[in-house]
């Protein structure tokens, strides 16, 4: 998933369209983003439903080295609420030792406790039903990089150092083909030198990112978020798998 993004990326694929410049030195574009959304997505998909499917295999083995039998009940317990979590896990991993329900009941994969099973789990339902469609977006700032210039024989020569100043964006819009955005292009000149000043370029950080669409953990969860987030889930469950290795 990593090489996918960075390839894509490295191809410049978001073109910057110039439409029109008004008087506030604001220039409008338009952004031109061809995606291959099937390609990611599979990947994200394989990546999601391997690590779910996981979880349901380490279930399996509790309840058999716990010497119960398993059924067609027996899974990872993962739900949306604290409550009833104790019936649900006694239900799902039923034949399994007391000490390995426990383990899973302290781990608290619900939302409240440990939102990345929910998460996890949200994102495996979500490509049962329909595959997850990446989309591109800003990352959470914006750059503009600001820099002195003066006109020279009729074209404006900018100074090499600039300053560059971070916008914050706590919830950035998703980035469409056909998108209009406004970027600021020059600020006004210096009163008393009209052949001189500062220009400014705003720089897209873009990013994928999978919208997780359940009503309880909606929310867009970064690409380049989803292995850490395996991670983690593996690194929490790790004790449990000890019962069983």
Do not use: C
Request: net charge negative; no cysteine; aromatic share 4%.
């Amino acid at each position: 998933m990593d090489q996918f993004a960075a390839d894509y990326f490295a191809s410049e694929p978001i073109e910057l369209i110039p439409v029109d410049d008004n008087p506030l030195g604001m220039a409008e574009v338009k952004v031109r983003l061809p995606l291959d959304e099937m390609s990611l997505g599979i990947l994200v998909g394989d990546a999601v439903h391997a690590a779910r499917t996981a979880l349901d295999h380490l279930a399996w083995r509790l309840v058999e080295v716990g010497g119960g039998n398993p059924s067609r009940s027996t899974q990872f317990p993962i739900q949306e609420t604290s409550a009833g979590f104790a019936d649900l896990a006694r239900k799902q991993l039923k034949g399994a030792s007391l000490p390995a329900r426990q383990m899973v009941k302290e781990l608290r994969p619900y939302l409240g406790g440990d939102e990345r099973f929910v998460l996890l789990n949200q994102l495996d339902i979500a490509d049962k039903h329909h595959m997850l469609l990446p989309t591109v977006f800003t990352a959470t700032g914006l750059m503009l990089s600001a820099q002195a210039g003066r006109r020279v024989d009729g074209q404006m020569v900018y100074e090499p150092q600039g300053m560059d100043v971070m916008l914050s964006a706590a919830d950035p819009d998703p980035v469409v083909d056909g998108l209009l955005v406004q970027r600021p292009s020059v600020l006004s000149p210096f009163d008393d030198d009209p052949e001189q000043e500062i220009g400014l370029r705003m720089g897209h950080a873009p990013a994928f990112a999978i919208h997780v669409g359940a009503k309880s953990a909606g929310k867009d969860l970064k690409v380049n978020e989803i292995a850490p987030l395996i991670s983690g889930i593996r690194a929490a469950v790790e004790p449990i798998v000890q019962l069983v290795a």
